[in-house]
């Protein structure tokens, strides 16, 4: 498809997947909404995520620290030292780009007059309590990890768990990015899935194996395919202040090859950092060997903007149904917005009470859509965009013999099934 990336962005736009943020003030510089659709697939990325992550094992606890944290964090992460992106402005037609990605020639206009580049700072400043001066400035954090790290002896000490463990965290997270762009790809603030997981240093090369081969695992689970994704380790000039090693688990989108999400091993550094820093001792101590360690941090960490943008990516298709288009939104099961819509032949009051009790039995076990306006046909397709695996249709029959029909968006087929096991038969084909 030449255009995808358009097609699924009008789609999302259209459908309200995604509101351009402010929009009624003429929006505000690359910061977007998700609207009634998108905040479900959202969710539901999350939530996949989260199970995967925190519910189906016993060796990962989860967390939700605060936004804002001592600005002394941020000094022992290093990011206030090295955290910023190298910036150049064209003299003649005054854009600024980040140099690492343009080389030395303008993308706006071909000029190559750049400036020398200088380090940008990717932290948004602002100031707690009334008074603005610097002893009340606060950041607001540019990675979820760091509200991990300064809970490391909390989490210990309550959760009674020890290494290898792992803390998760899902939270927004904020860059004053130079080049924003590409849709939901890359915003200044947007959501972040992280997750640090700690081990005895001997065993890191062991866990980072083992992560990236979870996390792309992950997204294949969920219906990306495995040929439009790959692990592609860091060359050392590339990796963070912090890191030893780093993949990328990344998506072939239609604009090239790019990150979804980050595996870095982060070794002792965090840690360490925080304990010079705080003048508490963040280790563990290893009863049965009788040895208190610093352990090392294997972090797999994702974009929720960017793994929506693939998931919808991934799905987005085209073919035709009784001679016409149809868009549709080949979404697994576990990311669709809505798990079913119920859908009353014809508007005729008669079938009201009958598809209300219907959805009334479905609401209670998935998220549902009820849909009454204009003809089967269009509801069908309106369905089909917004990625709804199955339409539940209630016809002038259902009313005596008990049964509705349901409709599968991917083959099409359709079965007629009791009322009274409609819930299980969903329950079966959403498993
Ligand atoms: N704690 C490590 C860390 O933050 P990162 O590679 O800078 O590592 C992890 O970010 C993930 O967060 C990225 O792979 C991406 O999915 C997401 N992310 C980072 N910056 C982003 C941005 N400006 N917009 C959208 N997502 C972003």
Redesign the pocket.
Known sequence: MPDLTEAVVNLAKRRGFVFPSSEIYGGFRSTWDYGPLGVLLKRNVMEAWWRAMVQERDDIVGLDAAILMAPKVWEASGHLATFSDPLVDCRKCKERWRADQIGDTCPNCGSKDLTEARPFHLMFKTHVGPVEDEGATAYLRP?T?QGIFVNFANVLQTSRKKPPFGIAQQGKSF?N?IT?GNFI????E?E?M?MEFFVPPADGQKWFEYWCEERLRWYVDLGIPADKLRLRHHDPEELSHYSTGTADVEFAYPWGWG????V?NRTDYDLTQHSKFSGERLEYYDQAANERYVPHVI?P???V??SMMAFLLAAYDEDEVGGEKRVVLRLHKKLAPYKVAVLPLSKKDTLTPTAREVLGLVQKHFMADYDETQSIGRRYRRQDEAGTPFCVTVDFESIDDRAVTIRDRDTLAQERVPIDGLVEELRARLA
Do not use: D, I, N, V
């Open positions: 990675e990890a860059r990015e924003p790809f890359r915003t200044r947007f972040q992280e990150e979804l999400e980050g870095a972090e960490a994702a974009g903007g960017r």
